[in-house]
C-alpha cells in the first residue's frame, strides 16, 4: 500500500472540540461565535498515531498507489489566551500544529472549513452533513470526549479521527450525505488508512452508524489558519453551572445540539 514512514511527520490531530464555559460567555457577549481567537495546543487528551495517505488529485475510487505515513489521530486540547479551554480535531491532515504553540485562528462555519490554505480546502454542505451526524452520535457534548470509558477512549478516539479525515479530505462525486456513505472506504481514494485491531473494529462501527434513522444535527465550527492545521470543534450546550454563570452576566447562550 506504499511505504510507510516514521512517527516524525509533520501531522497532528486537529479539530473538534468543546467550548468551555470562558469561550460560551465571551460568544454570547457579542451575539456569536468569535470572528478569530488565539489559542495554544496544550496537548492530546485521546488516540493514538495511525497509518494514512492524502492525495488531493485522486478521485475517491481511484486504485492509484500512494504513500502512507504514520500520524497523529489524537484529539487537541487548546487553551485560548483568556485561559477557556476546547477540545478540537484535525481537518488538514498533511499540515501541524505543535504542543506548547500559540495559534491565531479565524472562527468559521462548518461548511466553510478546512480554510483551504492547503488541499482539501472547504468541505462544503454535504461533507459537512455527514460531519455533523458523526458528531452527534460519537462525541458527548458535555466534556467533548468520545462517548464511553476510558478503557477503549485511545482507539475510539483514533478511529473518530480517521472517520473524520475520510471524510473531509475524499473526492466524493455523491451530491447527498447517504451517497457518501456508500462512497467512504479506507482501501481507495484520495484519503486512505491502513488500521487494525480495537482502531479498526471502532471505525467500522462509527462509519455503520451514521445516517441510521437519519442524519443528525451538531453545531460545529471550523479554526482555520493559513499557517497551521485547521480545526473543527463541537460547540456544546453549557451544564447548569454554566448557565448559572450566564445568567448572572446578564446574558443567554445559544444553541441546542440535535434536530
Not at 42 to 71: K, R
Not at 83 to 97: K, L
Not at 124 to 142: C, M, P, Q, T, Y
Not at 209 to 223: H, K, M, Q, R, T
Request: charged share 10%.
Amino acid at each position: 500500500m506504499g511505504s510507510v514512514l516514521s512517527q516524525g511527520t509533520a501531522c497532528a490531530v486537529g479539530s473538534v472540540g468543546i467550548a468551555l464555559v470562558g469561550s460560551v460567555l465571551a460568544a454570547s457577549a457579542t451575539g456569536g461565535a468569535h470572528a478569530s481567537l488565539t489559542a495554544t495546543l496544550v496537548g492530546y487528551p485521546a488516540g493514538g498515531f495511525e497509518t494514512v495517505g492524502f492525495s488531493s488529485g485522486l478521485s475517491w475510487d481511484s486504485s492509484a498507489a500512494m504513500s502512507l505515513y504514520s500520524v497523529r489521530a489524537q484529539q487537541h486540547l487548546f487553551q485560548e489566551s483568556g485561559g477557556s479551554m476546547f477540545r478540537s480535531w484535525c481537518i488538514e491532515v498533511y499540515q501541524g500544529v505543535t504542543q506548547g504553540s500559540t495559534y491565531d485562528f479565524n472562527v468559521v462555519t462548518d461548511v466553510n472549513a478546512p480554510g483551504g490554505a492547503v488541499a482539501p480546502g472547504p468541505m462544503g454542505a454535504v461533507k459537512a452533513a455527514v460531519a455533523r451526524d458523526l458528531f452527534a452520535r460519537w462525541i458527548d457534548e458535555s466534556t467533548g470526549m468520545v462517548n464511553g470509558g476510558m478503557a477503549d477512549r485511545d482507539a475510539k478516539s483514533a478511529a473518530f479521527q480517521i472517520a473524520l479525515w475520510e471524510i473531509t479530505h475524499e473526492n466524493f462525486t455523491a451530491s447527498s450525505a447517504a451517497g457518501i456513505l456508500g462512497q467512504m472506504s479506507l482501501g481507495s481514494g484520495a484519503f486512505r488508512a491502513s488500521i487494525d485491531g480495537a482502531t479498526a473494529m471502532w471505525y467500522d462501527q462509527i462509519v455503520q452508524s451514521l445516517g441510521v434513522g437519519g442524519f443528525l444535527n451538531a453545531d460545529l465550527e471550523g479554526l482555520t489558519s493559513a499557517t497551521a492545521q485547521d480545526q473543527l470543534r463541537l460547540v456544546a450546550v453549557p451544564g447548569p453551572g454554566a448557565f448559572a454563570l450566564l445568567a448572572l452576566a446578564g446574558v443567554f447562550s445559544r444553541r441546542r445540539r440535535r434536530a
